[in-house]
């Protein structure tokens, strides 16, 4: 409920008015009705004959003047609850955020210069520190004590009122609180309805009192509201950067979004800004050009007529430092040139180690790329233990009797519990169709003898359909999926794969499965009303597969000049996709995209042990270097509800990269230097949250008032705001009665009345 100081109407509206001489209003008011009646008397007859209408309106004047005189003789007063002066306490909780510095107030004014002119220059709260004793708070995210606005700094990189209002709840608890005062655009970017705590003020009499600050609507503005980005990625791929985009007034405009390493842009793309109000994402593509982490700031074309500058620009974080190369184990059942260009492709990149295992006869191997003479000299590895150590798998025209049973299910769990990648590359063999490799595939395998006769054969014959020449087709999701690009910018990546030579052979599967992406097709021959893929992917359990259908893409390479490197590129890139997914003995993971100073980082660590197993046996540490090369090392505590995990956290203080180093000792640790510790960043960068969605929340300013019994305030009429705070109940008010008859007003308008009888009845010549 609305209050402010009682007036003769609102008195007589709620009741509150009687006489101090013991007069009941209902007794006044027969004694006015008498009174006009004789003065109605009086002007039966006059002096001077008069007209109805002067007549009326002489008798109106003067029953006004004698109603009046007798309203003040009988002195009436009102009675209202009122503070006691100085013996109840106001707090006022003052928003200090970065939206406050935000200059959209008439005159190019700070909402904080404009709350500061508003409520301190012009003594609002001089007149509250009459009748209140006052306390004052500042709050963001967190709240504190503050001596006046002078602390105010404008620095704080989030809002929670809810947090403000607790922590006022907690100070002042105990002594007399008549009420509070929250001055705020309302721009609250916590999880908590600050309503509910304001509900509870109001359960105990205690009114909030909102001044909301800021404009309605932002005018112009565009804001980013988020950009993903792979957070970790390999030696030259090219990976996708995804833009959020927010704005106010320019619907349809094309800006231009850049990327830049320090001063320098390395990317740029113009876009067209669509609907107000509605998140919008654009794509970028980006290839690291150096292998560190690289903190990439994003910016937005700023236009003319923008309010908010600060949410044009996003800092990012990409780690490009040097990794351990990611482990591949290449089975081939005959040396073919396939074989050959593949591991052609990865010679020189640091980031993949191709071990093969090549038939080169009946019972004669060939081992490349091995760490150690003891790798795969047994073949196929026998266990669990020695599979787990690749991440990616590739079977390469080998046939099914090359492997047990045994080893056909651990490639199944390979994939699905180990979340390795498994790659089928070329020709299939049949005898798998009853094995755990069909399961895997994101194909369906037929035998040879149900296919259509022109599909028969496969890659084999080369005068059969399936054997000609052809150009492959990409389809919509291999146009722009990363596993496919030659260059960033779609024009110049569709001109490279115009370039590229026929393929030659196809291996004709069955339909594709639910789920799975076909990213290359054959651009005529089909299966059941579908093209026959020739390269096509799935998730399956934890890891990934994929079918390359084809033994040419070789000529990728030899049919092009030797400087390029199309081929290379994208067998690259298809091995790191195939092998990414797989979980490293010690994964490190953050629970935000990033941080903001003064923001808490929790950092999970999960622990595998030889066989990947979750280690719930570990020791570890973390090693945390700030920007300023200051050293930390903290013990991270196993959670107990999850097996391997273990995590710890931190408050960051500064901008700036941080790197983490996670140090294991335990029986996952006795294995490579890999399984013993993991490297991790994270960057923290300025804050945009209070930049985005900035504008003035009346409508939550409104809701927390009315939920504790007070009034909402713009800051334009925070004049009245005293006065309302003052005669508010609360649970100290107490009982006054205010008298009227003194008032200047009545008096005032007693001397019009008597001047304006007299003047009128001297006008119609009466005594």
């Not at 209202?80 to 306490?89: D, G, K, M, N």
């Amino acid at each position: 409920m609305q209050y402010t100081e009682p007036t003769l109407l609102t008195a007589f509206t709620d009741g509150s008015l009687s006489f101090a001489y013991g007069i009941s209003p209902l007794l006044f008011v027969l004694i006015a009705i008498i009174a006009c009646v004789a003065v109605w008397f009086t002007y039966r007859k006059t002096t001077r004959p008069l007209t109805p209408g002067w007549k009326a309106f002489l008798i109106a004047l003067r029953s006004s003047v004698l109603v009046l005189l007798l309203f003040l003789l009988l002195r009436p007063v009102v009675t209202s609850l009122q503070v006691s002066p100085q013996e109840t306490y106001l707090g006022v909780i003052i928003d200090d955020s970065q939206s406050m510095a935000i200059a959209d107030m008439p005159g190019g004014e700070s909402r904080t210069a404009a709350m500061r002119q508003a409520l301190f220059s012009r003594g609002v709260i001089d007149d509250l520190s009459e009748s209140f004793q006052i306390r004052s708070f500042r709050f963001d995210k967190q709240a504190e004590r503050i001596a006046d606005a002078s602390e105010l700094n404008e620095a704080g990189t989030a809002s929670s009122i809810s947090q403000a209002l607790e922590y006022v709840d907690g100070q002042l608890n105990g002594l007399p609180l008549g009420g509070l005062v929250l001055i705020s655009d309302g721009a609250d970017n916590s999880d908590i309805d600050p309503a509910i705590k304001a509900q509870e003020f109001g359960t105990r009499q205690i009114p909030v009192f909102t001044v909301g600050v800021g404009q309605d609507e932002i005018p112009q503005d565009i804001g980013i509201v988020d950009v993903s980005a792979a957070e970790t990625v390999l030696e030259g791929s090219v990976f996708t950067i995804a833009v959020g985009l927010q704005h106010q007034g320019f619907e349809g405009q094309e800006i231009q979004l850049s990327i830049l390493d320090g001063e320098t842009v390395v990317e740029t793309e113009v876009v067209t800004l669509g609907a107000e109000g509605v998140t919008r994402r654009y794509e970028m593509e980006l290839t690291p050009e150096r292998e560190e982490a690289i903190v990439y700031e994003l910016q937005v074309e700023l236009q003319p007529g923008e309010i908010i500058e600060q949410n044009n620009a996003y800092s990012f974080l990409v780690d490009n430092s040097e990794k351990e190369p990611l482990d591949i184990l290449y089975l081939e059942g005959h040396p073919r040139n396939e074989y050959k260009f593949i591991r052609r492709a990865v010679e020189g990149d640091t980031s993949l180690r191709l071990a093969t295992y090549l038939q080169t006869g009946p019972e004669k191997y060939y081992r490349q790329g091995i760490r150690s003479p003891t790798e795969l000299s047994e073949g196929f590895p026998r266990d669990k233990e020695e599979l787990y150590q690749y991440e990616a798998l590739i079977l390469g025209d080998i046939e099914e009797n090359f492997f047990n049973a045994d080893q056909l299910q651990m490639i199944q769990d390979f994939v699905a519990e180990r979340g390795g990648g498994l790659i089928m590359s070329g020709m299939i063999d049949e005898e798998f169709i009853t094995t755990p490799i069909a399961d895997i595939l994101p194909v369906t395998l037929v035998e040879e003898n149900f296919l259509p006769s022109h599909l028969r054969g496969g890659i084999r014959r080369g005068s059969h359909p399936t054997g000609e020449l052809y150009y492959p087709r990409l389809t919509n999701n291999g146009e722009f999926s990363p596993l496919l690009r030659l260059a960033s910018d779609d024009d110049e990546n569709a001109m490279l794969w115009r370039q590229l030579p026929e393929l030659q052979g196809v291996y004709v599967t069955g339909r594709i499965k639910p789920g799975a992406t076909v990213l290359m097709e054959h651009p005529l021959l089909q299966y059941q009303n579908q093209p026959l893929p020739i390269i096509a992917s799935q998730r399956y359990g934890s890891g990934r597969s994929m079918v390359v259908a084809t033994a040419s893409t070789w000529r990728w390479q030899m049919m092009m000049p030797f400087a390029d490197q199309s081929q290379e590129t994208l067998w690259r890139q298809i091995l790191r996709w195939s092998a990414v997914s797989a979980p490293e003995r010690i994964t490190v993971e953050f629970d935000r995209e990033f941080y903001n100073v003064g923001d808490e980082v929790n950092i999970t660590a999960t622990v595998l042990d030889d066989s990947y197993e979750p280690d719930n046996d570990a020791t570890l540490w973390m090693q945390t270097t700030t920007p300023l090369d200051q050293v930390s090392d903290t013990p991270m505590e196993w959670d107990i509800s999850e097996d391997g995990v273990y995590r710890s956290s931190f408050i960051v203080e500064e901008e700036g990269v941080f790197n983490l180093l996670v140090d294991v000792a335990s029986a996952a640790g006795e294995g490579a230097s890999d399984a013993a510790e993991k490297r991790a960043a994270f960057v923290v960068t300025p804050s945009l949250r209070e930049y985005n969605n900035a504008e003035r929340d009346s409508g939550l300013l409104a809701r927390i008032a009315d939920a504790s019994g007070g009034q909402y305030f713009d800051i334009n009429n925070v004049s009245q705001l005293a006065s309302a705070i003052e005669f508010t109940p609360n649970a100290y008010s107490r009982e006054v009665q205010i008298d009227l008859w003194d008032k200047p007003w009545i008096l005032a308008l007693l001397i019009s009345l008597l001047c304006l009888d007299w003047v009128a009845r001297r006008l119609k010549g009466l005594s």
